[in-house]
């Protein structure tokens, strides 16, 4: 049996598995309000990030950083930064949008109600988190999650995600993504400290800032700032950087697809 074949024969295994323990009844009900209490964390603090695009250069060091840092699968990322080609409206000039893009950390995430396990949970500080080992791969969280922020770890048969980089956090550190950001776009910091950088940021933008989809009634904890409108909303467009191809260099595909 090929490597492939192997692959799709475990991933069926381990969703047959975990079905046998999974309550349907109680996700099909599962509302987005309904969520499970919050756990872990500090409740003194809220992380947030700010984007501010127009720093941004889509050097690609932030998805690539995060990539090493938390180990992802060949074509999987926590975060990515989309590239498109926009047509300004006034003058017609092509110019090109970079749009970084990660799990937005929503106040009210519909990831983790639908949870048959509740391995994805909210902590107190506002992080949502995957409890790998309570994780049984369903996928529902995967499905729910309207902004593409969540994938299936083929290593660990898991739902995987950014983290804020919390293990960095504990540390004192700062996530991966924002200590390599070449031009200093990504700003993390409790919004709860008035004196803390993003704080003072979101204060002094705070009428030109933006978050994606906001008529999901999610609330993101990823606040973009220099936004054009067009991208609120999911655009219909392909990312166009980066091809990802195999160990013979055949080409498998954009490692953007699917975002």
């Not at 992380?47 to 938390?70: F, K, P, Y």
């Not at 107190?124 to 409890?131: E, F």
């Not at 369903?138 to 950014?162: L, M, S």
Request: glycine share 8%; charged share 25%.
């Amino acid at each position: 049996m090929d490597l492939v074949k192997r692959m799709f024969m475990g991933q069926l295994a381990r969703l047959a598995a975990g079905a046998a323990f999974v309550p349907l009844a109680s996700v099909a009900h599962a509302k987005i309000n309904e969520q499970p209490p919050r756990r872990g964390g500090d409740p003194e603090k809220r992380w947030a990030m700010l984007i501010d695009l127009r720093r941004c250069i889509g050097c690609q060091a932030c998805t690539v950083s995060c990539h090493l840092e938390n180990d992802a699968p060949l074509g999987k990322f926590r975060t990515i930064v989309s590239q498109y080609e926009v047509e300004d409206e006034a003058t017609g000039d092509l110019s090109t949008f970079f749009l970084p893009r990660l799990c937005n950390h929503c106040d009210n995430p519909p990831c983790v109600p639908v949870c048959p396990v509740q391995a994805t949970y909210q902590q107190h500080d506002g992080i949502v988190v995957v409890d790998s080992d309570r994780c049984v791969g369903c996928g529902y969280c995967v499905q729910a999650c309207p902004y593409d922020a969540r994938f299936i770890n083929e290593h660990t048969q898991t739902a995987d995600k950014c983290t804020f980089c919390t293990h960095r956090l504990e540390a004192g550190l700062s996530p991966a993504c924002v200590e390599s950001c070449v031009g200093g776009a990504r700003i993390i910091g409790d919004i709860l400290d008035p004196d803390s950088t993003i704080s003072k940021m979101m204060d002094e933008h705070y009428s030109d800032l933006k978050v994606l989809q906001p008529e999901k009634g999610t609330h993101p904890h990823v606040f973009y700032l220099g936004m054009d409108d067009r991208f609120i909303d999911r655009p219909e467009a392909l990312a166009s950087v980066w091809d990802v191809r195999g160990e013979d260099f055949s080409e498998m595909g954009y490692e953007f697809s699917g975002h």
